[in-house]
């Protein structure tokens, strides 16, 4: 079965500063990797995903996430916050049948 | 390319009484999901549909919970009786086909229900 652990529901940072949200993953088949965000009021918007091939993967708004096996980890970073990245946001993993299973959230706070 | 659609946006109801959520999948996909998102909690699947099949439904509270997807496109989620604990987020999404492995699960802006 997959699971999804996301570190810290809720995180706050400064304008212009970095973002770090953290997954860990749990897997018995080698995973397929997702970074959701949600808006106040709205539905989940892809923002990356890995597959297969380059463990560095670059998506929407600046954000970039890495693949690391070995740590069981898909933390997604942006190196500048802006205020409009304030959301929250969902790591999943799939397993069969393309299920996807979320983890619990990451609200994040972007401070002037 | 239009997104998932659904409506009501927004649902207040009293417990015991019936609801339900309509949902128009992009285009073209073969797939469809419903989703309950309960405050605080991430997305947790009810429902998935492939064409106008079935393909899990292993977390649908089926005493109290129906869908279907009659002609394979369009999509409707009923609660009858609701009880408090079904004040959420639903959800819906769709994908091209889930048996393909890179597939992606697009979402709709979800129906916010709150049971009194």
């Known amino acids: 079965a997959q699971s999804v652990t996301q570190l810290g529901s809720h995180v706050s940072v400064s304008e212009g500063a970095l973002v770090l949200l953290r997954c860990n993953y749990s897997s018995s088949v080698p995973p397929y990797l997702f970074w959701y965000v949600q808006y106040p009021n709205q539905g989940l918007q892809l923002l990356l995903k890995y597959t297969t091939g380059a463990t560095l993967v670059k998506g929407i708004n600046g954000f970039e996430a890495e693949f690391k096996k070995s740590e069981t980890s898909f933390h997604l970073t942006k190196p500048s916050a802006h205020m409009s990245d304030a959301a929250e946001y969902f790591c999943?993993?799939?397993?069969?049948?393309?299920?996807?299973?979320f983890g619990t959230g990451t609200q994040l706070k972007v401070e002037l | 390319e239009a997104g998932v659609a659904q409506s009501p946006r927004y649902k207040i109801i009293e417990k015991r009484q019936s609801v339900a959520f309509w949902c128009n999948p992009i285009?073209?996909?073969?797939?469809l999901y419903w989703y309950q998102q309960i405050l605080g909690q991430g997305p947790k699947l009810l429902i998935q549909f492939q064409n106008n099949g079935v393909v899990d439904d292993s977390q649908l509270p089926k005493d109290r919970f129906s869908a279907e997807r009659l002609k394979g496109v369009d999509s409707t989620l009923k609660i009858q009786p609701a009880k408090l604990e079904d004040s959420a987020v639903y959800l819906c999404?769709?994908?091209?086909?889930?048996?393909?492995?890179?597939?992606?699960?697009?979402f709709g802006p979800g129906t916010r229900l709150t049971v009194l």
């Open positions: 999404a769709s994908s091209l086909d889930y048996q393909r492995g890179t597939d992606t699960q697009y």
């Open positions: 285009s073209g996909h073969a797939t």
């Open positions: 999943a993993v799939k397993g069969g049948g393309n299920k996807l299973t």
